[in-house]
Every structure is written in C-alpha cells, then in structure tokens.
C-alpha cells in the first residue's frame, strides 16, 4: 500500500478500503501493511535457512539442557550480533560446538529439544521469535507507560512460549468477547430496526453505510488513556484502560504479530467502547470528507456527503440512549418485520487467524491445475496457462473479430497517436494514492500482488494422483474460509464440493495461508462455467481482493475458450456480482445450463458474458490511461474552439426566433442538430400512436415509480395536439427524477433505462429519426 504517513493517527480516510492501523511502536507514521510486510517478509527469510541457522537462533531463546542444571535462559555468541538480532544479515557456517558467552555450555546444549522437532513446528517457533524481537522494539520505541507496559508483558508471554515449546495464551480474568451484543451485533440490530421496511435496493445502500462505518471501527486507532484523560477528564479511566488494553492485546497488535490470535475490534467490543470513540471518530469522519468532497468519485460523493452524515446521526441517537433496543440480547426488529438474522449484514463470528507457513518455494502438481501469480513464479508450475499471465498482444484471441468498420465521427488515429506520445511518460500520468477515493477497486490488490504480498493458484483435489499436502493444506483453508463466510451453506456441502475433483478452486494466498477464493466448475461441451462460491476472510475484505480474485478467473478461462459465467446470487451478494459484470439478464440458451448447474431455492440466477479482447486483471489500469487520453482530447478541443465571437444583433431587430444551427460557432463545439420526424396532423392517428406509446411505457418493468395517471388523462382529454407536447412531458418525468433522486436511488436508475426505452418506441412510431 502507498505509504499513510500522511495519514493522522485516529483518521482513516472515508471509505478508504483496507485502512490499517499504525504499527505498534511507530506513533503513528508506519503503515500497517509495511510493518507487517517486513517482518512477513523476514520470517519467509529466516524459514528458508539452513536447518543449523534455526537451530542457533533458537539457542538464543532457548535454556541450557547442560547437565548441572545450569540456569542459563539462552545462548550468548562469542560474537554477539546488534541488538535486536538481524535476520537478513550474511552469517558464517554455524557450529553446534561454539560455547555460550554467558554459561560456556555449546549451543548443541541450548537445542537439544528441537532435535526431533518437524521444520512446521520449528517454524511456527521462529514466528514467535521475530515477534519478540519486535515487540523489543516497540517496548523500546513507545514512550506512553500504559502502552510500554502492554508491549512489555506480551514480549513475556511470546518469551515464554518459545522457552515452553507452546501457543502462546494471554492470561486474562475474560476472554473474547468482552460485551454482548457484539458493537457488529448492535449495528445490524440497527439496521433492521431502522430500515427493515425499505425496499431491497435501499436497504442494500443502508448496509454499505454499516460496512463502511464497521470497516472504519476496525481500523481505527483508539487513543492511549493519558490522551483520553487529557481530553475528557471526568470519564470512567479505569474502564477506557481495560478496553483499551484488551483492544491493544487482541486486535492492534496481532495484526503485526501474527502469532497472537487476532480478533476484529467490532465482534468482541461492545456499546462501551463505541461510545468512547463514536463523538471524536464522527467529527474526524465528517470533517475528511467535507475537506476531500472534489477527490470523491460521482458514484460516492452522495452516499458519503449525504447519506453517511444522516446514517452516523441516527445511529448516534442509539449509541447514546439509556433506552435503545438495538443493545439488547433479546432484540427483536417486532412490528417492522420479525427478527433478521445476523449474518445479513457484515461477516463471521470472531475466529482467530489460522497460520499457514511457507518455508519453501511452493510446488504445484500440474494434475491439481495449480498455478501461480507472476510475482512467486517458479519453474515448479507446469501450467500452459499460468493465473495472471498477461496476454501478448500478438498472440491471437480465441475469438477475434475482423477488424470494425470506421464509424463516422471517429477520432482520427493519427490524433490519438499524438495525444498518446504526450502522456506515455510515466511521470506525465498523476499517480494515483491507493487510499483515494479515485483509485480502482482493485489497485491495492494489484499493487500487492506485484510486490509478492499475494498470489493466485487454481487448485483442485485429484484421485488419480499421488496427493500434495500443499494443495491439501490449502483446500482444507478454502474450507474454512468458505464455511465461517458463508454461514448459511450447510459445511459437509461445502466440504464436498471444494474436495470434488470435478470443481476447481481459484485460491487467494497471502503469507502462505488462503484468505479467500472462488469456487467453480467448467462445462466446456455446454459453453459455460458455473460460480459455486466466492468469499474472501472477514479480516481481509474491503480491499479489492474480490474484485481482483474475479478479474483472475475472467483471464483464466479466456485463456481454455470459456465465454460464460453463471451464478447463483442471494440478495447480500447480489451487489457484489453486479459490479463485477453480472447481470440477470443471461445470455446462455437455457437449454445449455439446466440439469447442469445447482439451484439454490430463495437465490437470483445471473450471468457474466466475458470479452476476449479485455485483459481483465489490468483493465482499471487501461480505463484510467483513457481517461487521460479523453481529458487531452478535450483540452485541445477546447483551446480549438475558444474563440469568442459576437454577441447576437438579430433580437433587437425585431427577430423572433432563429434556427439553432445559425448561431456562430455553434457547429464548431460538436453540435449537431436533432433528427427531425414526421408530424402526424391526423388527430386520431396520433391519438391512437401516442396511446400506444404510453401503454408500452407503462408496461415497462421499470415504470413502478412513473404510474401517476397525469399523462394518460391529459391523452384522453386530446390535450397533445402535437408530438411534441407529448414528449416534452415525458422528459419531463424523467429530468425531474433525476433532479431529486441521488445517482445511486432506484428511481434514478429506473428513469434512466425508460427513457431509453421511450425514445426506442418513438423512433419505431416514426416520430423521430432513427
């Protein structure tokens, strides 16, 4: 990720996908995805030494096993190095003989016990050793006492666990979750109480606000106790201490130091702690937006500038009174519906992270379809077609058309050429933050995998080959992440399917554990690929993994000829697919997918017809340069035109009108006048086209927020003696729509696809030209 040193600490940027917290120790200016980049980055390091390596770093926090019951807790070298050790440093052969600085006994004598122990568990050690040693750090760094002493004690527990050959388990009088209802609980409790009666659609909006602010409470970096008495000196301290130790314990810190369990903050806090934080984190919220409006894309500008502001105020109502029902363990949404269940909103119950180590370069059996992101590519993939390989321009498309017909008003190439030539300089294209409001959905996701943060395998189980244990290890994750995200699908089913040898799993790896994936099954002889799942860890959304995950498997079938995509959608996954290209509108013939796919009772059938010209997993990159060509395109369009030419005389002369195209220097902005039509002067042969016009409009399946009768009895009272009356009125329905309706309401959308359809039948009646 861009670097967020720009970023102040307690104020994610609004919807800034992905926003990670400051790491521990670094006050505020180290992202977190570069803190625990680096430290993934040296434990992948230190998993791929020499055997003898590990061993002597071990020693270090290892007690003697010399016999005299020595008392030394580890070895010392002769040579000792800077303190914290390095990983990355250049070492000589290691001897199992060199004596201990502190207690003369060899390191031999330090490692005795790990002589047995399988490289996994020697690994999962040097996990937690890299985590001391950080956690040194950050004891050092810190200058609030509060969070020292935090730091300081969890050094002791990975310390001890290290010196004890155990997990490391934080002793504490409670363990998550501290306060039922869960602050994720007591949002959906929320949303069901307040908008349960709203349409699909709106409800849809009203949950993206949830996710928006449950995202910003995970990633939000609670104040230390001593800024909070600072600020509100009469507060409960003693119960923001606790919070604030829990918070620091199971949810800041683990992010860094993965060999902690990890919780997210909204699954195992409650009221308390959204109350210490909501008036401040509000504020900050709101007054970020209002200074970044102009950076907000069109799409977001109303949900963030409008709705969000009125969502946070009535959801402050309920964080604040004595009497919300919201906080209650026997919420009921009553008269507006019944009780929703929970798992309608954001994500799964608290789980702790599962630990997937890759101490070695990952090999794939090409029988499993294994494949790997460009980033870890290895000689080991057999693959022809490896995920995330780019086509070659000139590699011919399985299904390339002739090249089109010039269209008339065509940009010539010559122009776009030289336009090109202008911005094909790196330098001359504005980079783009990843945490702005103008970057691509997947662009972080992007960004990672070429730094080899992530990787993209196509994995499946096979009975005929001899099994990987790697393969095995992360379909046994692809399980577990499907069946923790979706809550509803029964887990021996999910179990079947993602050990089917007939479906294929596209798997998300990060750190070498699977943090999400996409289920599916090609029908090659029937044209199609069926979607079974698609999830992505509830720790690890909002980031444009989906949307890259997606963009993957789009490249991967094009690559074996397969054009079609189907799915089954519930009503919460229903958004997720439309912004990936789905639609309900199918194009394969029915008869080539029934009795091939699997219903689901309750979910809504769409399809996605892939391009074969568009390399999916770079298309952001591609919109965003013709956006800068269009923008060019523009300028010199504009310098062309700027001419300023005089005034019009003709009015004062008694002139009542003009012909629109004899205005000067009109025709040189573009302008090109409308088609005429024919003007029907029988009465009742308008009457009789108009009426039906209007019943094929009113037919329409988006016509529902348009049925007041006006038009239809201004029609029966031969009111429109002209067609242009007639649309003028209709026009009027939908500019008026869309003048009072946000972008993103149904009724703005509904207004648009009429339209389109009325001026479809009046081209056909022959009232305009086509």
């Given amino acids: 990720m861009a670097d967020s040193a720009g970023i102040q600490q307690g104020s994610p940027a609004i919807g800034a996908a992905g926003l990670v917290p400051a790491a521990p120790g670094a006050g505020g200016t180290e992202g977190a995805a570069g803190g625990s980049a680096r430290i993934a980055v040296k434990k992948a390091q230190l998993r791929s030494s020499p055997r003898p390596k590990k061993l002597e770093k071990l020693g270090v926090y290892s007690s003697c096993k010399a016999e005299g019951a020595c008392k030394c807790n580890g070895w010392k070298s002769q040579n000792p190095p800077p303190t914290p050790p390095r990983t990355d440093q250049q070492c000589s052969t290691v001897n199992l003989q060199e004596p201990c600085r502190s207690c003369s006994h060899t390191l031999g004598d330090h490692v005795t016990h790990l002589e047995n122990v399988s490289e996994e568990e020697m690994n999962r050690l040097l996990g937690i050793v890299l985590d001391v040693e950080y956690l040194y750090t950050c004891v050092h760094k810190e200058e609030d006492a509060d969070t020292k002493q935090v730091y300081f004690s969890l050094f002791k527990l990975l310390r001890k666990s290290i010196l004890q050959m155990g997990k490391p388990m934080l002793e504490a009088q409670e363990s998550p979750p501290f306060e039922k209802p869960s602050i994720e609980q007591g949002v959906n409790n929320f949303v069901q109480y307040k908008f349960s009666h709203l349409p699909s659609k709106e409800r849809q909006t009203i949950m993206e606000l949830a996710k928006m602010f449950l995202n910003q409470i995970n990633y939000w970096q609670l104040e230390t106790p001593s800024q909070r008495r600072q600020r509100v000196p009469n507060d409960d301290a003693a119960g923001y201490k606790a919070n604030y130790t829990r918070w620091l314990c199971y949810c800041n810190v683990p992010q860094f130091c993965d060999s902690l369990p990890r919780?997210?903050?909204?699954?195992?806090?409650?009221?308390?702690?959204?109350?210490?934080?909501?008036?401040?984190?509000?504020?900050?919220?709101?007054?970020?937006?209002r200074q970044e409006k102009d950076k907000l894309p069109p799409e977001k500008r109303t949900l963030i500038l409008t709705h969000f502001p009125k969502f946070l105020s009535m959801l402050e109502e309920e964080v604040y009174s004595h009497s919300s029902p919201i906080w209650s363990q026997d919420f009921s949404a009553g008269a507006s519906g019944g009780l929703i269940p929970i798992h309608t909103v954001i994500s799964a119950p608290p789980v702790a992270r599962p630990l997937y180590y890759s101490p070695s370069p990952v090999s794939v059996d090409p029988s499993t379809c294994g494949?790997?992101?460009?980033?870890?590519?290895?000689?080991?993939?057999?693959?022809?077609?490896?995920?995330?390989?780019?086509?070659?321009?000139?590699?011919?498309?399985?299904?390339?058309?002739?090249?089109?017909?010039?269209?008339?008003?065509?940009?010539?190439?010559?122009?776009?050429?030289?336009?090109?030539?202008?911005?094909?300089?790196?330098?001359?294209?504005?980079?783009?933050?990843?945490?702005?409001?103008?970057?691509?959905?997947?662009?972080?996701?992007?960004?990672?995998?070429?730094?080899?943060?992530?990787?993209?395998?196509v994995i499946g189980n096979s009975l005929n080959q001899k099994p990987n244990k790697?393969?095995?290890?992360?379909?046994?994750?692809?399980?577990?992440?499907?069946?923790?995200?979706?809550?509803?699908?029964?887990?021996?089913?999910?179990?079947?399917?993602?050990?089917?040898?007939?479906?294929?799993?596209?798997?998300?790896?990060?750190?070498?554990?699977?943090?999400?994936?996409?289920?599916?099954?090609?029908?090659?002889?029937?044209?199609?690929?069926?979607?079974?799942?698609?999830?992505?860890?509830?720790?690890?959304?909002?980031?444009?993994?989906?949307?890259?995950?997606?963009?993957?498997?789009?490249?991967?079938?094009?690559?074996?000829?397969?054009?079609?995509?189907?799915?089954?959608?519930?009503?919460?996954?229903?958004?997720?697919?439309?912004?990936?290209?789905?639609?309900?509108?199918?194009?394969?013939?029915?008869?080539?997918?029934?009795?091939?796919?699997?219903?689901?009772?309750?979910?809504?059938?769409?399809?996605?017809?892939?391009?074969?010209?568009?390399?999916?997993?770079?298309?952001?990159?591609?919109?965003?340069?013709?956006?800068e060509i269009i923008k060019k395109l523009i300028e010199r369009k504009q310098a062309q035109i700027r001419k300023v030419y005089p005034g019009l005389s003709c009015f004062k002369e008694g002139v009542r009108q003009i012909p629109i195209e004899s205005i000067p220097g009109i025709r040189e902005t573009g302008w090109k006048p409308i088609g005429k039509g024919k003007e029907l002067k029988d009465p009742d042969q308008l009457y009789s086209t108009l009426k039906t016009i209007l019943q094929h409009v009113k037919s329409h399946p988006n016509a529902w927020p348009f049925m007041e009768p006006t038009m239809s009895e201004r029609l029966k009272s031969r009111y429109y003696m002209t067609r242009k009356l007639f649309m003028a009125d209709m026009q009027r329905i939908f500019t008026n729509c869309r003048e009072y309706n946000p972008p993103e309401s149904e009724y703005y959308k509904c207004a648009n696809l009429l339209e389109k359809f009325f001026y479809t039948k009046i081209k056909e009646a022959g009232l305009i030209e086509k």
């Fill in 470 to 627: 790697r393969i095995l290890m992360w379909l046994v994750g692809l399980q577990n992440v499907f069946s923790h995200q979706l809550p509803r699908m029964p887990k021996e089913y999910i179990t079947r399917l993602v050990f089917d040898p007939k479906h294929k799993t596209l798997s998300l790896i990060k750190d070498g554990r699977v943090i999400g994936g996409i289920c599916f099954r090609m029908f090659p002889s029937q044209g199609f690929t069926e979607i079974v799942f698609c999830a992505v860890t509830s720790n690890e959304q909002v980031k444009g993994y989906g949307t890259h995950l997606m963009n993957h498997l789009k490249e991967y079938h094009i690559k074996h000829d397969i054009l079609n995509f189907l799915t089954y959608a519930d009503e919460y996954a229903i958004g997720y697919f439309k912004k990936q290209g789905f639609s309900k509108d199918i194009k394969v013939p029915k008869a080539k997918y029934v009795g091939y796919i699997k219903d689901y009772e309750g979910a809504t059938l769409m399809g996605c017809e892939l391009n074969p010209s568009i390399p999916y997993t770079e298309f952001s990159v591609i919109i965003k340069k013709q956006k």
């Fill in 371 to 457: 494949s790997v992101s460009p980033a870890r590519k290895t000689a080991s993939v057999l693959e022809p077609n490896p995920v995330g390989e780019k086509r070659k321009p000139s590699e011919p498309l399985p299904h390339e058309e002739n090249k089109r017909p010039r269209v008339v008003g065509d940009i010539p190439m010559e122009l776009i050429n030289e336009v090109m030539a202008t911005i094909t300089d790196p330098a001359a294209v504005p980079e783009t933050s990843l945490l702005s409001a103008h970057s691509a959905r997947d662009e972080a996701a992007r960004h990672e995998e070429r730094r080899g943060v992530i990787e993209f395998h």
């Fill in 263 to 289: 919780y997210e903050t909204t699954q195992i806090f409650g009221r308390t702690l959204v109350r210490s934080v909501f008036t401040v984190m509000r504020k900050q919220l709101l007054e970020q937006a």
